[in-house]
C-alpha cells in the first residue's frame, strides 16, 4: 500500500499540461468567450446605431449553424434525395455533395474584418486611386425604407474596383453581403471575404443540386433581412454598354416571397462611372467574343509591372492626377411587395415558366432603373464629342461647345452630370487631359482629333452613357 512507483519526468510534463489545457477550457475559456462574445455584442449594438440599415441576427449565427440549417433545409433534402435518384448513388453520397456545397457558399461574417479592416482597406484604395464623388443620394427615398425591409442594392457592373468603392461608400448604411465568383477563391484573400459576409458561388455550375443549395441560401438570407448587393449583369461590361441582365440571383430571391410576410424585398438602384476602367484595355481586347462562350484574359506580367512603375514615377514627379473621377448614385427603391401587388402575381403560384418571365420583368426594370441614373463623367462627355467629330479636327473651343451640348441635353432629362467644382471648363479640361494623356486623343497644332488607333477604347468610354442620349426617361430624385 505504502509503496513508490516511479514515473517518467516525460509523462509527468505530458499530464500536467493537459491538466492545465482542462483547467483553461472547463473553467477560464468560457468565461473568456463570455466576455469577448458581450463586447462584440456591445460593439455591434453601438454600430446598429449609426447604420441606416441595421446588422440582422442571421449574419451574426454562427457559420456552422448556418451550414447546417443549409444542409438540413426541407427542399435540399428532397433535391438530394432526386439527385441520388437519378444519379444513381446512395444517398450518402449526394449528402456529402451537399455539405461540401454549403461549406463553399456560407461565409463567415466578422463585424471586426469588416469595417475596421475591410471598409478602411477599401477607402484607402478608393481614394488613392480616383477622386471618388456621389451623384444622386436620393436620401429622403431611402429613410421612407421600412428597417425591417431585406434591402437589395442592384448595380451595374463596370470594374473589380465595384466591390471595394461600393463598401466604401455604403460603409455608412450597412454591411453589405456579396455572391462572388472563383476569382475570389484565392488563398489568403478567401478568407478575408467570406469573413465580410460575402458568399461563393460557381456561376458555370449547371448542377441542379448545386443551383438548389445557393437558391436556398440566398432564400434564408432574404427572409433574413440581410442586406444584399448584386451584379445583374453578371459579368464586366466589355464594351462599355449596360449589359442585359441575369436572373439567377434574382429569382432566388423572389421566387419565395411572401406578400402577406412580415419583411418587405426592397431594391436600391445603383449606378457607378469611372473616368478610367482599370480593366478597360482587357475588356475591349475579348469584346468581340461570341456570345456563350467564356472570354480568355490575357495577363501580362511585364506589362503590369511597366504601368505600375511608371504611374509611381509620375507620382514622384508630381504628374500624377489619380484615374480622374468616380462616381455613385442612387435611384428610387422598388418595393417588392408593392410590385407584386401592381402585377397582382404571387411567385410562390405561378408555374416555372411564367415565374422565369415575371422574374425576367422585374430585372429589365430594375435595370432601366440603374441606367438612369449612371452619372455622366468628363471622359465619357469628351468622348462622345470626339466620336460624334468623326476625323474632322476640333479646337479647345469647338470640344467645349460640343460637349457642353451635351450637358445641356442630359440636364434637361434630369440626368446627373457630375461636373468637378461646379466649372465646365474645369471638367472638359479634366476629361481632354486623361484622354491626351493615354493618347486616346491626339494634340497637334493646338486642335484634337480621336486617335483612330484607339477608336474601341473611346467608344468603351462614350458607350457607358450612350443610353442616357436613346430615352427621355427622367431618373427618379
Known sequence: MGSQVAVPLWAVIIVALLAALAVIDRILMPSVRWALRRRANRAIDELNTRLKLHIQPFKLTKRQVLIDRLVFDPEVLHAADEYAKEAGVPREVSMEKVKRYAQEI???????????VGTRIARSISQMLYRVRIGYRNDDALARVDPGSSVIFVINHRSNMDYVLVTYVAATSSALSYAVGEWAQVWGLRGLIRSMGAYFISRDSREGLYRKVLARYV?????????????????????????PPKFGLLSYMVSGFDPLGPRDVVFVPVAVNYDRVLEDRMLTSVAS????????????????????????????????????YTCVSFGEPVSLR????????????LAPEARHAETEKLGNRLMQAV????????????????LEAGDKPLSLLDIKQRVSELIGVLEAQGSYVHIPRADRDYAISVGLRMLTLRHLVLEEDGSYRANPDELILLKYYA???VHLFETQAKPAE
Open 463 to 465: 458607350n457607358a452613357i
Open 289 to 324: 467574343t461570341e456570345p456563350g462562350k467564356k472570354p480568355v484574359f490575357g495577363f501580362n506580367a511585364k506589362v503590369f509591372a511597366s504601368h505600375v512603375f511608371r504611374h509611381i514615377g509620375m507620382a514622384i514627379r508630381g504628374e500624377w492626377h489619380r484615374f480622374g
Open 106 to 116: 456560407v461565409p463567415s461574417f466578422s463585424a471586426y474584418a469588416y469595417f475596421r
Open 219 to 243: 432564400h434564408m438570407a432574404t427572409s433574413a433581412g440581410v442586406t444584399q448587393a448584386i451584379f445583374p449583369e453578371g459579368g464586366l461590361s466589355r464594351d462599355g454598354r449596360l449589359r
Open 371 to 386: 441606367g438612369r441614373v449612371v452619372p455622366a463623367l468628363p471622359v465619357s462627355l469628351v468622348s462622345t464629342a470626339m
Open 338 to 349: 408593392k410590385h407584386v401587388a401592381e402585377a397582382n402575381i404571387d411567385f410562390r403560384l
